[in-house]
């Protein structure tokens, strides 16, 4: 929320390229089974953006994590590495495959995965039996590494490679607002095993929904394919090997009619102008420290509420809206205005 209270949005639709061509075409030709051209183009495209020679297309942004952590091997009781800052979609996919999610703090500046915590964590906390990370507190092994660029600001993701690279442990990045972000004069997206994006709504561009998981591993990128397509072996008969999933581009296809990615790839020739915008530094509040003020030896100060934020109390009703407004106002004033602690 502003100072006045309006709300700002994470980012709103914009149509002003070819979507009403290419979706006409789309009814007009009748593809709206599980084949078609547009699908195809929106992969080729997004992956020649990004500078990565695999894409998947998804049936959204939460599936794509969900299958990436799947091929990269996480499975029921392992541990994954998330950022304490992030949407649920982040934690969920972990749970989707049965395993466990292990929060990490957040920095100041990306508002992404601390690297030195990360490497506190891995170094204090963690040995490594038998080829793979293990979290003595827990006795669970860890999987990966799931670092997110947070509405669209890169985490330092070569910090995280770099300590990632240490370990047996997969990073896929969440990159589901990053679409068009930049990291270093590169483009976001390619630098780990895996990386995931979005097309809700309420991202840079949109179909109304889907996703997509970008690879330059092609056995990863056909384990994702085979994942999200039921697991079929076999393309003229119906042999399944192992549990698959209904999360692919056909899903995808069905649900949109081939409209919506039609007006992705629309949105692909406008991708730069819609990005200038948001190319802006992240927020800073006065009060708080700058880059250059944190003590890296102990990792960025934790966040604290203002100490003049008053009491949360919930409200007599059974909603509980009023406890959820004082909390997130809390939360609000804690990220874009609080004091800040060692």
Same mark, same amino acid.
């Given at each position: 929320?502003?100072?006045?209270?309006?709300?700002i949005?994470?980012?709103?639709?914009?149509?002003?390229?070819?979507?009403?061509k290419?979706?006409?075409?789309?009814?007009d030709?009748?593809?709206v089974?599980s084949?078609?051209?547009f699908v195809?183009?929106?992969?080729?495209?997004?992956?020649?953006?990004v500078? *990565?020679?695999?894409? *998947?297309?998804t049936?959204?942004?939460?599936?794509?994590l969900?299958?990436?952590?799947l091929?990269a091997?996480?499975?029921?009781?392992?541990?994954?590495?998330?950022?304490?800052?992030?949407f649920i979609a982040?934690?969920?996919? *972990?749970t989707?495959?049965?395993?466990?999610p292990?929060?990490?703090d957040?920095?100041?500046?990306s508002?992404?995965?601390?690297?030195?915590?990360?490497?506190?964590?891995?170094?204090?906390?963690?040995?490594i039996k038998?080829?793979?990370?293990v979290?003595?507190?827990?006795?669970r092994v860890?999987?990966? *590494?799931?670092?997110v660029?947070?509405y669209?600001?890169?985490?330092d993701?070569?910090?995280?490679?770099?300590?990632?690279?240490?370990?047996?442990?997969?990073?896929?990045?969440d990159a589901?607002?990053?679409?068009g972000?930049?990291?270093?004069g590169?483009?976001v997206?390619c630098?780990?095993?895996?990386?995931?994006?979005?097309f809700?709504g309420?991202?840079?561009?949109?179909?109304?929904?889907?996703g997509?998981v970008?690879?330059?591993?092609?056995?990863l990128?056909?384990?994702?394919?085979?994942?999200?397509?039921?697991?079929?072996?076999?393309a003229?008969?119906y042999?399944?090997?192992?549990?698959?999933?209904?999360?692919?581009?056909a899903a995808?296809?069905?649900?949109?009619?081939h409209?919506?990615?039609?007006?992705?790839?629309?949105?692909?020739?406008v991708?730069?102008d819609?990005r200038?915008?948001?190319?802006?530094?992240?927020?800073r509040c006065?009060?708080?420290?700058?880059?250059a003020?944190?003590?890296?030896?102990?990792?960025p100060?934790?966040l604290?509420?203002?100490a003049?934020?008053?009491p949360?109390?919930g409200?007599?009703?059974?909603?509980?809206?009023?406890?959820?407004?004082?909390?997130?106002a809390?939360?609000?004033a804690?990220?874009?205005g609080g004091?800040?602690?060692?």
């Open positions: 929320m502003t100072e006045a209270g309006r709300a949005p994470n980012a709103v639709p914009h149509l002003a390229g070819n979507e009403w290419y979706l006409k075409e789309c009814l030709t009748n593809w089974s084949v078609g051209p195809d183009r929106f992969e080729l495209e997004v992956s020649a953006r500078g *990565v020679p695999h894409a *998947v297309a049936v959204n942004g939460t599936a794509a969900h299958v990436a952590l091929a091997g996480v499975g029921p009781d392992d541990e994954v590495l998330v950022p304490a800052l992030t982040t934690a969920n996919a *972990v989707y495959c049965g395993g466990h292990v929060f990490l957040s920095e100041a500046v508002w992404g995965l601390d690297a030195y915590k990360l490497s506190d964590f891995l170094e204090r906390e963690c040995s038998d080829g793979q990370v979290n003595r507190a827990s006795g860890v999987r990966a *590494v799931l670092p660029h947070l669209g600001h890169p985490v993701i070569d910090a995280v490679l770099d300590v990632a690279g240490r370990y047996p442990l997969a990073v896929v990045e589901a607002e990053a679409l972000a930049r990291y270093k590169g483009a997206g630098h780990g095993l895996a990386s995931c994006l979005s809700n309420n991202k840079i561009i949109t179909t109304g929904g889907g997509m970008l690879t330059r591993d092609p056995k990128a056909a384990r994702v394919r085979a994942l999200t397509t039921q697991a079929r072996t076999d003229l008969e042999i399944h090997e192992e549990t698959g999933y209904n999360l692919s581009r995808w296809r069905r649900v949109r009619r409209g919506g990615h039609g007006g992705a790839v629309g949105a692909l020739h991708l730069d819609l200038a915008p948001r190319s802006e530094p992240l927020p006065a009060r708080a420290p700058a880059p003020q944190l003590q890296r030896d102990r990792g100060p934790a604290a509420p203002p003049s934020a008053a949360l109390r409200d007599t009703g059974l909603s509980g809206r009023g406890r959820r407004e004082a909390l997130r809390g939360v609000v804690a990220v874009l004091n800040h602690r060692g």
